[in-house]
């Protein structure tokens, strides 16, 4: 199913840390360029909205690991004293804006390059998921229909084809399932019954997938038989070897695998 709607961004931050302990990062270094703007580390600290003792105990620390004082504390004078930012304070200031705007422009350049990592991610994910259901559809709810205790939901799945599925209203609201929404068929292939001449027939299955017969994998009792279905997906359904043979199953072969409504379990990412 494609997932070219779902957008995925790169993000990071950068820090220096001194023999594995934290020197700075953006709120460290913003602090310090407040202080070096006011003059006043009260001012500085309510700028970047930490607490008069919280500042203090960061500069102390950014003081104690890069070995020499990057903020000063000035005393006497007309205003009564106050703080600076030393001359190694202000070229740790200069230079991790340089080394941010460098650490951006990284980011950056990876965003652009990260078209179509989303499908994968989302693909990858996917496949991660496990269980006993033969057969496992990813698509979108095209349509849905709402009853007292159960709601029908019409599942587009690749190369345009439709699964309906009847769930309870309970299900499809805790699934968050809508018009637009991203979910999983699940149907067993002991669920599928496989039709190779319609005639005309009228059937109940609401769920009739066409294709042509892909592998046929003959078993002590029972035979699997695999149909392609158009856009790539397939449909796997396990008869009995005298019906695999009194139909004249054969690869290329055209048949229809039907199912009823209620055999489709849906499911959502977690």
Do not use: C
């Not at 205790?149 to 968050?176: F, P, R, Y």
């Not at 979910?183 to 599928?192: E, G, M, P, R, T």
């Amino acid at each position: 199913m494609n997932t070219k709607n779902k957008s995925i961004a790169l993000q990071g931050s950068v820090w220096m840390t001194v023999d594995g302990e934290n020197l700075g990062g953006q709120s460290r270094i913003a602090l310090l360029a407040q202080l070096a703007e006011s003059g006043s580390i009260t001012q500085a600290a309510k700028a970047v909205k930490m607490s008069y003792k919280a500042a203090w105990d960061a500069i102390d620390t950014m003081n104690n690991l890069a070995g020499e004082p990057l903020v000063e504390r000035l005393t006497g004078g007309k205003g009564g004293g106050g703080t600076r930012l030393t001359k190694r304070g202000e070229q740790l200031v200069s230079n991790f804006k340089i080394i941010e705007k460098e650490h951006r422009d990284f980011i950056a350049q990876l965003d652009r390059q990260a078209v179509g990592i989303a499908d994968d991610f989302l693909l990858i994910r996917n496949m991660n998921m496990k269980t006993s259901a033969r057969n496992q559809f990813l698509g979108k709810v095209s349509q849905v229909k709402h009853g007292a205790i159960n709601d029908e939901m019409e599942l587009e799945i690749a190369g345009g084809q439709k699964i309906v599925a009847i769930i309870t209203h309970e299900s499809a609201q805790e699934l968050g399932l809508q018009i637009g929404a991203e979910a999983f068929a699940l149907v067993k292939s002991s669920s599928i019954i496989l039709m190779t001449d319609d005639s005309n027939a009228k059937l109940s299955a609401r769920n009739q997938l066409t294709g042509s017969i892909s592998r046929i994998l003959p078993g002590a009792v029972n035979t699997e038989v695999v149909v392609e279905l158009p856009g790539g997906a397939t449909l796997a359904a396990i008869i009995t070897n005298e019906s695999a043979t009194s139909m004249g199953m054969a690869v290329g072969g055209a048949v229809t695998g039907l199912f009823k409504a209620s055999s489709v379990i849906l499911g959502v990412a977690g």
